[in-house]
T-cell receptor, first 114, second 116 residues
Framework: DAKTTQPPSMDCAEGRAANLPCNHS???????VYWYRQIHSQGPQYIIH???NNETNEMASLIITEDRKSSTLILPHATLRDTAVYYC???????????????FGKGTKLSVKP | EAGVAQSPRYKIIEKRQSVAFWCNPI?????LYWYQQILGQGPKLLIQ????????DSQLPKDRFSAERLKGVDSTLKIQPAKLEDSAVYLC??????????????FGSGTRLTVV
């Protein structure tokens, strides 16, 4: 079973920031938070990951609470092409082996509207 | 770099027939995964390879599904015989693996299987 909880769907206006929440209250100390997205008819695409600190890359920002029990993915200026299902996953991934599997839940379907 | 290649892109078969999917991972990626994604659900891991050895196949229905990665590079996933409930997208992914901080998996576009 997935170890994260996400809202099933969200809407966002084009050009505005999209804030996608994720609860992972049972996360262990060496588990990372990963975000992937899946655009229709494509395989999932890596977005960002983090352990404790907030992270930013060219696609998004990841804000992790101090207790690490929840996080928020921020798309600063959403476009229509950001419409996708977004998956929040906790994993030992960087350590490899079977502990490093990505277990997907149902994710959040983000709809960006003009 | 080239992505993860999968073929065929689509396949329609009748129940009880057999089918095979092929995956060529990113060059140098030691770890390869097969996922099954049923419509409306997230991907479900079927099997994980590290080089040519199986790391985790606990979710693979071994009575009908088999997978191999003989030379530690490309891989095939086979279903024999297929059932209606096997209709899904079959995704292959690869990663560098090991004790190296990396950016997770790279997925292929998948093979959409319809069993009629």
């Amino acid at each position: 079973d997935a170890k994260t909880t996400q809202p099933p769907s969200m809407d966002c206006a084009e050009g505005r920031a999209a804030n996608l929440p994720c609860n992972h209250s049972t996360i262990s100390g060496n588990e990372y938070v990963y975000w992937y997205r899946q655009i229709h008819s494509q395989g999932p695409q890596y977005i960002i990951h983090g352990l404790k600190n907030n992270e930013t890359n060219e696609m998004a920002s990841l804000i992790i609470t101090e207790d690490r029990k929840s996080s928020t993915l921020i798309l600063p200026h959403a476009t229509l092409r950001d419409t996708a299902v977004y998956y929040c996953i906790v994993s030992h991934l960087p350590y490899g082996g079977s502990q490093g599997n990505l277990i997907f839940g149902k994710g959040t379907k983000l709809s960006v509207k003009p | 770099e080239a992505g993860v290649a999968q073929s065929p892109r689509y396949k329609i078969i009748e129940k009880r027939q057999s089918v095979a999917f092929w995956c060529n991972p990113i060059s140098g990626h030691a770890t390869l995964y097969w996922y099954q994604q049923i419509l409306g659900q997230g991907p479900k891991l079927l099997i994980q390879f590290q080089n040519n050895g199986v790391v985790d196949d606990s979710q693979l229905p071994k009575d009908r599904f088999s997978a191999e990665r003989l030379k530690g590079v490309d891989s095939t996933l086979k279903i024999q015989p297929a059932k209606l409930e096997d209709s899904a997208v079959y995704l292959c992914a690869s990663s560098a693996g090991g004790l190296v901080a990396n950016y997770g998996y790279t997925f292929g576009s998948g093979t959409r299987l319809t069993v009629v």
